[in-house]
């Protein structure tokens, strides 16, 4: 995808518009008019030339003197720079602050953190915007697209494996972009990308085939989530195909996003996509076709080369200007939402870069480094800590080695911004161990120095894993376990383990840092390293963050959200969409590496006296589990308590079991809580393919209650009513 901005006249538009707003109003200025007869009246001062030139990612109408906005990255923090160069063609970049990746902050599975981390980067577009005239306030972000299959090499933008868990943090994400004013929203989200897009191999003309209740079962719960309860204002159509018919023209867009989910905003294409029902689906013949399918279909959005395509369709006769109409209406919608059509005085979100300039850009400002911080020791797991190795002692040590090639660099991917600074691993564990520890460091490209440097070491602290770009061009990873956008991985064992082998065949003290981007088959390092650590790329505190939980002064209590196989043998193929084939925690029928939710502590937690609000509910009602959880150790630590559903008696396939709550809860050395999880029971419903609705089954369902998907002590049965 490639930003498509209105460059000309930005500067002039800013004052112009200003200064047209002090006039007398016209209807689409007036707030006291009708929300759809503003946009009438705004459309009906377009020429058709203008509303072709809005047919993109910038609703700038300058021959009205309306000042709009255009899209932006933002997977995990404003992108105006950063390696993707976001910022923009002939434009400075501008610093911004920078989070772990997606699958890094799904990993904490604390949607009230990751919300505020959405405010921060809603809060950096609007101060962009007025302050250095960016117009990027629709934000690509989130990801809501699952991670059916390790080997997909945008596994880093997704949250992770689960419905239940992807749609809450992309619900959390949608409300944290939009904010909570009543009147106006911060910035828009737009969701990506819809629908089943977890194969980048061949993706401009493949096809991801399944049924229906997956459809609404599994794919599309993510994003239905964040429509209906985040209401999310925009979303992008993937370039892959459902079932042969490719997405941009899939007439569930119509059908189900908007008619049954209620959605009115933006839907855009991805970037070519509209070419590509040409070139690759073949679902036209000409581009003419396509762009008048693409817009009857309601999409309102080109990130393509679309102008000309949609002159020749009228022309054509097989599009009309009402057409167009009917489109525009969504993204106009939005800019309402955001105030852009009302007088700057009346929306609070337009003095954002204007009464705050005194304090500072919001990248320096102390509290969002602080979050930042907070977000990525909240994002790290530990998946192995034998003898208690962990956390290290400063106070006890002489030395330490820090190897590895990404022990001194924080890596960006494709989406990410600039940061205003980053903390490398060596940095944070220099700046922790104090002057009293001699850290030594080696790159590990020459394995026997790294290992000479290792054997004079206390401790051995080896940092692996990929290279989110690759440290290639586009659609080239030379390392055949990386991947990124356009390039799925061919294997998932990890190249930089011989390294790791290296380091421990000269000292036992050795602890494994995974710096990745998705799973790894890392049965060797599981088996012999005492200590590991897992963590996701791209935070500017990545060093810092590492170091709080190395030294023990955070107690890690990150969670996977997808599991991690032993082999590829356990995997189906690629291409097999339909997940009841062995995929994930809900179906498959062997012992993984890691599980789904799993995620050790420094201290330990028990489980008991599970009791549930009745035996019995209605298909109406909810169900209420409350559960005593215990931090049994001796120091306070996070515990995320986890409640899945298993049908006992249903007619039809089920999972072998689904989260359907979860809470990271803070629990003192000692304290025990009653944790209480609620679980609607129409969120127990399956896709009844006959009636072409959501069913609630006269069904025996058992609750298992626990903190990871294969450690769930605690198990309870109670009968649903049908519907």
């Known amino acids: ?163 239940f868990l992807v749609g809450t943090m992309a619900t959390a994400v949608t409300r944290g972009l939009q904010g909570d004013d009543p009147h106006y929203w911060m910035s828009v989200s737009l969701l990506k990308h819809f629908l089943a897009n977890s194969n980048e191999n061949g993706r401009d003309g493949s096809s991801s085939d399944f049924d229906e209740r997956l459809f609404h079962e599994y794919y599309s719960v993510p994003f239905r989530m964040a429509i209906e309860e985040g209401h999310a204002g925009g979303m992008m159509a993937s370039y892959n195909a459902w079932n042969g018919t490719p997405m941009t023209v899939n007439p569930v867009l119509r059908e189900v996003v908007r008619k049954q989910w209620g959605f009115d905003g933006i839907l855009c294409t ?37 102008q000309q395509p949609v002159r020749d369709a009228l022309k054509q006769g097989i599009l009309t200007e009402h057409d167009i109409d009917d489109v525009l209406r969504g993204p106009y919608r939005i800019m309402l939402r955001l105030g852009l059509m009302d007088i700057p005085s009346q929306n609070p979100m337009a003095r954002i870069g204007i009464d705050d300039v005194a304090k500072g850009d919001p990248w320096t400002w102390t509290e969002n480094k602080a979050l930042v911080r907070k977000v990525t020791d909240e994002s790290i797991v530990l998946l192995k800590n034998d003898g208690g190795m962990l956390p290290l002692d400063a106070g006890k040590l002489e030395s330490l080695a820090v190897i590895g090639p990404l022990a001194d660099k924080v890596e960006l991917d494709w989406y990410s911004g600039t940061p205003p600074y980053v903390v490398t691993p060596l940095a944070g564990i220099r ?32 940092i692996v894993g990929n290279n989110p770009t690759c440290g290639a061009g586009w659609m080239i990873c030379p390392t055949p376990s990386d991947g990124k956008e356009a390039v799925d991985r061919k294997t998932l064992t990890l190249e930089q383990e011989s390294l790791v082998k290296a380091v421990l065949a000269v000292n036992p003290h050795t602890v494994a840092v995974l710096q990745v981007s998705f799973p790894y088959t890392t049965t060797w390092t599981q088996e012999h390293a005492p200590a590991i650590l897992e963590m996701a790329h791209n935070s500017q505190e990545q060093g810092n963050g590492l170091a709080d939980v190395l030294f023990g002064d955070y107690n890690p209590a990150g969670r996977l959200g997808q599991t991690w196989v032993r082999n590829m043998n356990q995997l189906p193929p690629m291409m097999d969409y339909n997940i009841r084939h062995g995929r994930m925690y809900m179906y498959l029928d062997s012992r993984p590496l890691y599980a789904f939710g799993f995620g050790l502590s420094y201290t330990s937690f028990s489980y008991k006296n599970l009791r549930l609000s009745g035996t019995e509910v209605s298909a109406n009602g909810k169900l209420i589990a409350t559960v005593d959880v215990k931090n049994t150790g001796l120091r306070e630590g996070d515990e995320v308590v986890q409640l899945y559903i298993a049908h006992l008696n249903s007619k039809v396939e089920r999972p072998r079991q689904e989260l359907k709550a979860f809470r990271r809860v803070h629990l003192a050395a000692g304290e025990t809580r009653a944790i209480e999880l609620q679980v609607p029971i129409q969120s127990l419903a399956y896709w009844n393919t006959a009636a072409r609705r959501f069913t609630v089954e006269a069904d025996r369902i058992q609750v298992r209650v626990g903190g990871s998907s294969d450690s769930l002590p605690l198990k309870a049965d109670a009968t649903v009513s049908e519907q």
């Not at 970037?271 to 029902?277: E, I, R, S, V």
């Not at 690759?280 to 399918?293: D, E, I, K, V």
């Open 1 to 163: 995808m490639h930003k498509i901005f209105i460059f000309a006249a930005i500067s002039v538009l800013f004052t112009s518009t200003a200064l047209a707003q002090t006039s007398p109003r016209l209807p689409w200025q007036d707030p006291r008019v009708p929300p759809e007869n503003r946009i009438t009246d705004l459309l009906s001062r377009m020429s058709l030339d203008d509303k072709i030139s809005v047919l993109n990612s910038n609703s700038t109408a300058p021959a009205i003197g309306f000042m709009g906005a255009s899209q932006s990255e933002g997977l995990h923090g404003l992108a105006e720079g950063g390696p993707g160069h976001w910022e923009g063609k002939n434009q400075p970049i501008i610093p911004t602050t920078t989070f772990p990746q997606s699958h890094g902050l799904g990993q904490t599975w604390d949607p009230d953190l990751i919300r505020q981390m959405a405010r921060v980067e809603a809060y950096e577009a609007r101060y962009t915007y007025s302050r250095y005239h960016r117009l990027g306030l629709i934000i690509r972000s989130p990801n809501a697209d699952l991670s059916r299959d390790p080997r997909w090499g945008r596994t880093e933008e997704s949250f992770g494996e689960d419905p």
């Open 270 to 306: 991805d970037g070519g996509a509209m070419t590509n029902l040409v070139k690759f689906h073949r679902a036209f013949a000409t581009l003419p076709q396509a762009a008048a399918a693409t817009i009857k279909n309601s999409v309102s959005e080109f990130l393509d080369d679309y």
């Open 431 to 462: 700046a922790r161990a104090g002057a009293s520890v001699h850290v030594m460091y080696s790159d590990g490209k020459d394995e026997k120095a790294a290992a000479t440097i290792a054997a004079r070491a206390d401790i051995a602290i080896v």
